[in-house]
C-alpha cells in the first residue's frame, strides 16, 4: 500500500493563509491587513512590523532562515535574491533572528542586470520590490532549506514597471473600476468590486533525465533543434486521456503533493495528444495570485521532474512533427456579490447586462485583435500558432450555438426574442441515464472561446507567464466597458439606450465571431476579407504595443505609459534575437561536434568494409551507393553549417532592436532550418549506433 496522503491536512501548509494570519495576529493589525487587501491602500508601518514578526515567527518554526522578495522581472521567469533573518549579534554574542515591517514592504534589488528596455541607465540601478499583500507569502522548499517567499511588484526608481505583476495589478483596478459602473446600471448597488478569475491549464512534456542530458539542445534551448521523427507519432490518438504510465504516475503524484503544500488547487491531470505530453489544471483563482501560482507549477514541475530523473519541457514546441504545449487561459469577471458577468444564465436573451458585457467583448476582442495576438506571443509559441494544431495566429470569437443565434436576431431584428434550448441527449441505452445538454458543443480550433460562463484564450505558450494575456484581457475589457458607460450613464431612457448599443456594438464588431474550423486554409482567406489581422510570428506583433490605439488604451487606464510599451518592445525584440541566437549556436556546436564526426567515421567504416569486400572478391554496391548517398547528404549538410554559421555572425554583429529581431526571424531561422533537414535525413541513413545523442524515439517513448 502506498503512504495514505491527508490532502485536506497538507493543502496550504506552507503558505502564510488567511487564516494563519487570523491565529497569529493581533484582531486589530488582522482587520487593517484584510482591509488593505480588499479596499487597498497602504498598511502602515507599525501594523507591518507586526505582521512581518509573525511571518518570520511560522517562517522559522517551519524551518526558514531566509526570505526572498519574489519577483517576476521581464525575462518572464521568476527571480528571488535570499536574505537570512540573521541580525547583528548582542555584545554577549546572541543573535536574534529578525525581520522587519520596511523589510516585508520594500525591497531593493540591483535592477541593473534585469531587461528593462531602456527604461533605466546601468548608473541608475535601483529597483525596488513593493509586496503584493493580496497574493499570500509562502515557503519553497528547496536545497537551500525552506525560503520564505513574499511575492512582490518590481518597479525602477522613477515607478516605471519593470516586471509583469505591476501591469496586471493596474489593469485588475482598470477593469474592476469600469465593471463596477455596469453593474451599477443595471441597479447593482452592493457590489464594491470586480475581481477577474484566471484558471490556466498547463500542459508539459516529461522525458529521462539521463537522456535529455545528452542532448545540448533540450540543455541549451529547452526543445530539440535536430531528430528525425519516429517511427509512430501521435496518429493513434492513443496517448490523449490514455492510462498513465507508472513512472509517469508516481510524478504526478508527488509534483500535486507539493503544488497542495503550496496552496495550489491542483485539480485535473491526464496525458495530452502528443506521446510524453501531459497536462496540469488547477481550479480557477483571482487573475495576480494565479498568475504566481502558474509560476509556482513551472518552477515546482520542473523541481520534482528532477527528483525522478527525468526532466520536465516546458517549452511551446519540444518535438517537431507532435503537438506543441499551450497553456488555455480561462478568464471571467465576478462581482464581490458573487454575480459572473459571463455568465448568460439559461435565457441569455433575456439578460440585457450579460448582453451588454458580451457585445463589449466582442468590442475589446475586435478593436484589439492585434493587442490580445501579441499578448500570447513568445519565441517558442511561432512554433505553435497558425502551425495546424494550436489556434491560427488570427484572433476570431467562438460563442457556440446558442450565443451565435441570440447575437444573430440582435443584429438582424434588434431584439432577441427566443434562444435555442440544449435539450436532452439521449444516450440509447436504458441502463444509462439521459443528459440535459450544454447548449453550446466546444470548439477546440478557436483561439477565443466561450465556454459556458468564462472565455478560454488558447493561444496562450505553454512556457509564458500569463500575466501579459490577462493584462491585455483586463484592459481593452475596461476601455468597452468605459465607453459604453461613459454613454448609457448619461441616457434619459436607459431601456431604449442600452438596447441600442447592444445592437450597435455587435453590429459593428459581428465580423470577429467565426464558429468555423480556425485550422482551415478557407478560414485564413475569409479572415482577410473580413479585414481581420494575420500577425504571423512574435517579432511581427511587437510593433502593435504602442500604436496610437494601444498607447491611449493603455495611458488611459494608467496601466502603462508609452515608455514602458517603448521598453517593452525594445525587451521582445531583443530576447527573441538572442534566443534564437543561442539556438542556432547550440546547431553550430552540435552539428559540428558532434553529427559531421559521427557521420565520417561512420563513411570512413563503411569505407573500409568496402574494401575488405571487394577484396574478398564479393559484391560491394550496397555498400557503395550508401556511402555515396551519405557523402552527398554530408556535403550538403556541411554547406547549410557554413551558411548559418555566417548568418549568425551576421546577425550577432548588428545592434539590438527590430532590425537584427527580423534577421534572426528571415535569415538565421530559415539557415537553421535548412542544417536540419539534411542532418535529420543523416539519422535516417546511418547505423543508429553512431548516432551521437538519443533519437525522438528514444526521448518520447521510453520515458
Ligand atoms: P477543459 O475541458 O477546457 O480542458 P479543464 O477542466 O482542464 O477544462 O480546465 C478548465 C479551467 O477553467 C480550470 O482551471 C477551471 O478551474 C477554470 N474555470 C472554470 N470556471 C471558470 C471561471 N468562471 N472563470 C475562470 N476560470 C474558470
Ligand atoms: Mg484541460
Not at 498547463?202 to 528525425?228: H, M, N, P, S, W
Not at 509534483?255 to 491531470?269: D, F, P, R, S
Not at 465576478?334 to 459571463?342: F, R
Not at 517593452?568 to 546547431?587: C, P
Request: net charge negative; with cysteine.
Amino acid at each position: 500500500m502506498s503512504e495514505v496522503l491527508n490532502v485536506e491536512e497538507i493543502f496550504g501548509e506552507n503558505v502564510f493563509t488567511l487564516g494563519t494570519m487570523r491565529e497569529r495576529l493581533p484582531k486589530k493589525v488582522f482587520q487593517e491587513v484584510t482591509r488593505v487587501m480588499d479596499q487597498g491602500g497602504e498598511l502602515s508601518l507599525e501594523a507591518a512590523d507586526v505582521v512581518a514578526k509573525a511571518m518570520k515567527d511560522w517562517a522559522v518554526e517551519k524551518g526558514a532562515t531566509h526570505y526572498t522578495h519574489w519577483f517576476q522581472p521581464l525575462t518572464g521567469i521568476t527571480a528571488e535574491k535570499h536574505d537570512s533573518f540573521v541580525s547583528h549579534p548582542d555584545k554577549d554574542g546572541k543573535m536574534l533572528m529578525e525581520f522587519s515591517g520596511k523589510e516585508l514592504i520594500k525591497g531593493e534589488p540591483d535592477a541593473s542586470s534585469f531587461p528593462s528596455g531602456g527604461l533605466r541607465a546601468t548608473f541608475e540601478a535601483r529597483g525596488y520590490t513593493a509586496w503584493d499583500i493580496t497574493s499570500p507569502a509562502f515557503i519553497k522548499e528547496a536545497a537551500t532549506g525552506p525560503i520564505l517567499c513574499i511575492p512582490t511588484a518590481f518597479c525602477s526608481y522613477t515607478g516605471e514597471a519593470l516586471d509583469k505583476k505591476t501591469p496586471l495589478l493596474r489593469s485588475m483596478e482598470a477593469v474592476s473600476e469600469q465593471a463596477l459602473r455596469i453593474v451599477r446600471l443595471f441597479g447593482n448597488t452592493e457590489a464594491t468590486k470586480v475581481t477577474a478569475s484566471v484558471g490556466p491549464e498547463q500542459e508539459y512534456f516529461l522525458v529521462d533525465q539521463k537522456k535529455a542530458l545528452q542532448r545540448e539542445d533540450i540543455i541549451f534551448a529547452g526543445r530539440t533543434l535536430f531528430g528525425a521523427p519516429a517511427p509512430k507519432g501521435q496518429e493513434l490518438e492513443d496517448h490523449y486521456f490514455g492510462v498513465i504510465r507508472e513512472r509517469i504516475g508516481g510524478y504526478m503524484k508527488d509534483l500535486n503533493k507539493e503544488l497542495w503544500k503550496l496552496g495550489v488547487t491542483a485539480k485535473t491531470q491526464h496525458n495530452e495528444v502528443a506521446p510524453a505530453q501531459h497536462e496540469l489544471a488547477p481550479i480557477y483563482e483571482t487573475a495576480n495570485i494565479a498568475v504566481d501560482h502558474n509560476q509556482i507549477v513551472m518552477e515546482t514541475m520542473k523541481r520534482v521532474a528532477g527528483q525522478h530523473g527525468m526532466r520536465c519541457l516546458l517549452h511551446e514546441k519540444p518535438f517537431a512533427g507532435v503537438n506543441g504545449s499551450g497553456k488555455h487561459n480561462n478568464w471571467s469577471i465576478t462581482t464581490d456579490n458573487g454575480v459572473n458577468l459571463l455568465d448568460p444564465g439559461d435565457t441569455p436573451n433575456e439578460n440585457i447586462q450579460f448582453l451588454l458585457v458580451l457585445a463589449c467583448i466582442m468590442k475589446a476582442v475586435d478593436t484589439h485583435a492585434d493587442l490580445l495576438r501579441q499578448s500570447a506571443s513568445d519565441v517558442g509559441n511561432d512554433h505553435r500558432l497558425g502551425a495546424n494544431e494550436a489556434p491560427p495566429a488570427i484572433i476570431s470569437m467562438f460563442l457556440g450555438e446558442q450565443l451565435e443565434d441570440v447575437v444573430k436576431q440582435l443584429v438582424e431584428t434588434g431584439t432577441a426574442t427566443s434562444c435555442k434550448e440544449g435539450g436532452i441527449l439521449a444516450t440509447g441505452v436504458s441502463t444509462l441515464p439521459d443528459f440535459k445538454k450544454d447548449a453550446t458543443d466546444r470548439n477546440r480550433t478557436s483561439p477565443f472561446a466561450f465556454t459556458g460562463n468564462k472565455f478560454e484564450f488558447r493561444m496562450v505558450g505553454s512556457e509564458d507567464s500569463i500575466a501579459s494575456p490577462n493584462t491585455t484581457l483586463n484592459a481593452i475589457v475596461a476601455e468597452a466597458f468605459c465607453e459604453a458607460a461613459d454613454e448609457l450613464e448619461k441616457a434619459e431612457d436607459f431601456d431604449a439606450a442600452v438596447h441600442n448599443l447592444i445592437k450597435r456594438y455587435m453590429t459593428e464588431h459581428q465580423r470577429i465571431i467565426f464558429n468555423g474550423n480556425g485550422y482551415s486554409d478557407e478560414w485564413v482567406v475569409e479572415a482577410e476579407r473580413r479585414g481581420l489581422p494575420n500577425i504571423k510570428s512574435m517579432v511581427e506583433a511587437v510593433e502593435t504595443l504602442t500604436t496610437e490605439k494601444s498607447i491611449k488604451l493603455f495611458e488611459k487606464f494608467g496601466i502603462f505609459t508609452k515608455a514602458e510599451l517603448e521598453s517593452r518592445e525594445e525587451v521582445l525584440y531583443e530576447t527573441y534575437a538572442k534566443t534564437i541566437n543561442i539556438e542556432a549556436l547550440t546547431m553550430i556546436d552540435m552539428a559540428s561536434k558532434q553529427i559531421v564526426p559521427a557521420v565520417i567515421s561512420y563513411t570512413k567504416s563503411l569505407a573500409d568494409t568496402i574494401n575488405a569486400v571487394k577484396a574478398a572478391g564479393a559484391d560491394a554496391s550496397v555498400q557503395v551507393q550508401q556511402l555515396k548517398a551519405i557523402s552527398e547528404k554530408l556535403a550538403q549538410m556541411q554547406s547549410a553549417l557554413e551558411a548559418l554559421k555566417k548568418a549568425d555572425a551576421e546577425g550577432s554583429a548588428m545592434s539590438e532592436g527590430k532590425e537584427q529581431a527580423f534577421f534572426y526571424k528571415d535569415v538565421v531561422k530559415e539557415a537553421m532550418a535548412a542544417l536540419r533537414e539534411p542532418a535529420d535525413e543523416l539519422e535516417m541513413m546511418v547505423d543508429k549506433k553512431v548516432w551521437p545523442f538519443p533519437t525522438y524515439a528514444d526521448l518520447i517513448f521510453e520515458v
